[in-house]
């Protein structure tokens, strides 16, 4: 208390309270870990990639650590380097077919950075934007960081492939814009080419019913993590106002190092404008400009990623352990996670029996997705397959009831 008034306003104490179950769930496993030992404890609940950059990715840390060129740590246009945006417009050119110009593309301090910029560029206050539920709640929080509420609309609940008729029962007379998560964090679902045509014309038909332009805002930063063949969305090609979010935490597993970018669709209504909006924003709010360093050092890996082999095995590790206790649930074409239904219906005593098989995951309901559970598999291999005897006690814990 300061005086008679809290200290923290109104809406962060509420925020604050909803957002403490990830810090319980944290503290709960430290404290297993100290109980049980560290390799007995199997944690699936951060989205936090185990695996370590790309051998290129760190020769280029060290050869520009080294780099004595004056100026080269000084401030830069809020928008990044010209060369790197250049270069992530050729790319997204190559890659699409549609080549952004270098102004629409903003270099940002990770998919948070650009989610945070774009929203901010976009809302006015009360304005909504559609998220498909499941989805990354932390979208609620960029949203109302800028006056703007996430309205929920419904996905399959066999594929979580996005329903158009649900986008256009949510869409109203204040939708500014629509996200879309592909592949997607928690399902793991990727939008195939038929999933966003029919996206796109319900899009299409919202926007002519209440006379104003909607924004896809593409937010991709699992990408390039796809398994089976499947292909990663070209939302330049299906949607004329995209705007594509990317970052290198997960595809060059640089989490930590805070490195993204926003690119406007070049046929995007007023795209210059909102190129303008993103780079005033990324200053005002206070990023100035994505890291100098990693600009740099991804600029030379733009097409490089983590092995992909890698998650594909972890994958088929944890759904053969998965399916051998029984649980349902549909094996992911992209990302990290795995997106089961909970043994029972309670998803809170779900999770409690889990803790006490030292399994650690979230409920669904983080995700708007009850019924559920999502279970980060960019763990250890050992991790998963140490797993095994938990699952199976689990489950028989269950089928016992
Ligand atoms: N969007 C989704 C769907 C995510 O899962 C995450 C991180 O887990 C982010 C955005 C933020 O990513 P970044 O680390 O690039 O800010």
Known sequence: MTGNQPAINKRLTEDLKNASFIRKMFEQGEELKKIHGADKVFDFSLGNPEVEPPESVRESFVRHAGDQTPGTHRYMSNAGYPHVRESVAELIGRQSGIKPRANLVVMTVGAAGGLNIVLKTLLDPGDEVVAFAPYFKEYNFYAQNHGGRIVEAATDPETFLPSPEALERAVTARTKAVILNSPNNPTGAVYDAACLTALADAVRACEKKFG??????????????????????????????????????????????????????????????????????????????????????????????????????????????????????????????????????????????????????????????PGHFRLAFCVATETIQRSRGAFLALAAEYAKQ
């Open 212 to 369: 104003h332009t909607i924004y896809v805002i593409s937010d991709e930063p699992y990408v390039s993590i796809v398994y089976d063949g499947a292909v990663p969305p070209q939302v330049f090609c299906h949607f004329e106002n995209a705007i594509i979010i990317n970052s290198y935490s997960k595809s060059l597993a640089l989490a930590g190092e805070r490195i993204g970018y926003v690119a406007v669709s070049p046929n995007a209504a007023d795209a210059d404008r909102i190129a303008e909006g993103l780079v005033f924003c990324n200053r005002v709010l206070g990023f100035v400009n994505a890291p100098a360093f990693l600009q740099r050092v991804v600029a030379d890996s733009l097409e490089a990623s983590v092995d992909v082999a890698v998650y594909a095995e972890k994958r088929d590790a944890i759904c053969a352990i998965l399916r051998e206790a029984g649980f349902t649930f549909r094996v992911p074409q992209g990302a990290f996670y795995l997106f089961p239904k909970i043994l029972g219906n309670d998803e809170e005593a779900f999770k409690d029996a889990a803790v006490r098989h030292n399994i650690l995951i979230v409920p669904g309901s983080g995700f708007a997705g």
